[in-house]
């Protein structure tokens, strides 16, 4: 694990980073918290997976875990989001805490990438808008990835879905860790200046396929 960065410091930059630009309700355009985001690369990091590793974020919005990946020492981080938009902040951010040398950011619907990773972080959408638009990233990132850390809104149909879905694409959920998320009212019809959300942090391994 990286002995450079502190899990406060990685917080602290990860909190200095710019947000969606122009955030689009239909494609849930929520960015993780600074502490969430702080959790899910540290908890990574501890497991090994992220110093020089290969990881890909998808959906990465402006890329608060890419960036976060690439500051506890990951070889090569790739970003992909179908939003060029938020990739130029995405790009301004890496710049910002010096790590754009090791980040790559792609316009592209995770649908259609062909990549390998060691790693892949993901807060895709949720679901709210269109039901169950996370499974294409679940599918996605278990086909790339050899392990997944990965964000779901709290429910427990959510997670008995989720379980059997992983199951099913010959993924083991390692451990589903609940945790609340600020988040700062962002699209025109929240009427509260902040709301606090229920999330399930997922650690999941893909098996190795048997002969
Ligand atoms: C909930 S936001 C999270 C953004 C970022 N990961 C974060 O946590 O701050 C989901 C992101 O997925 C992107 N997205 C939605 N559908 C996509 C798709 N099919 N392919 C690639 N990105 C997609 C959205 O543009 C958005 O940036």
């Given amino acids: 694990m990286s002995a450079l960065l502190p899990r406060k410091q990685l917080g602290i930059l990860l909190s200095q980073l710019k947000g969606f630009p122009d955030p689009s309700p ?7 918290s600074d502490e969430v ?12 997976d992220i110093e020089d590793r290969t990881v890909y974020d998808l959906g990465c919005g402006p890329g608060r ?4 990946a690439a500051l506890l020492g990951a070889s090569k981080v790739v970003g992909v989001d179908i939003d060029s938009k938020v990739l130029n902040v995405a790009k301004q951010n890496a710049v910002q805490v010096g ?11 995770i649908e259609t990438l062909s990549a390998k990773a060691d790693t892949v972080l993901m807060n895709a959408p949720f679901g709210v808008q269109r039901v169950h638009a ?4 679940l599918q996605k990132a278990l086909e790339i990835g050899k392990v997944v850390y990965s964000l779901h809104k709290t429910s ?6 989720i ?4 199951s099913n694409l010959g993924g083991r959920i390692s451990f ?11 699209m025109n019809f929240h009427e509260k200046k902040r709301y606090t959300i229920q999330v399930d942090f997922y650690r999941i391994e893909k098996q190795e396929e048997t002969v």
């Fill in 176 to 186: 589903v860790q609940e945790m609340s998320m600020a988040l700062p009212a962002t």
């Fill in 156 to 161: 427990e149909g959510g997670r008995k879905f």
């Fill in 65 to 68: 875990l890419a960036i976060g």
């Fill in 26 to 32: 239909n494609m849930e355009q929520y960015e993780v």
């Fill in 37 to 48: 985001a702080a959790t899910i690369v540290f908890t990574a990091a501890t497991y090994g």
């Fill in 99 to 109: 790590v754009q040398e090791r980040i790559e950011f792609v316009a592209q619907a």
């Fill in 163 to 166: 379980t059997r879905f992983v």
């Fill in 134 to 137: 996370d499974q294409p990233f």
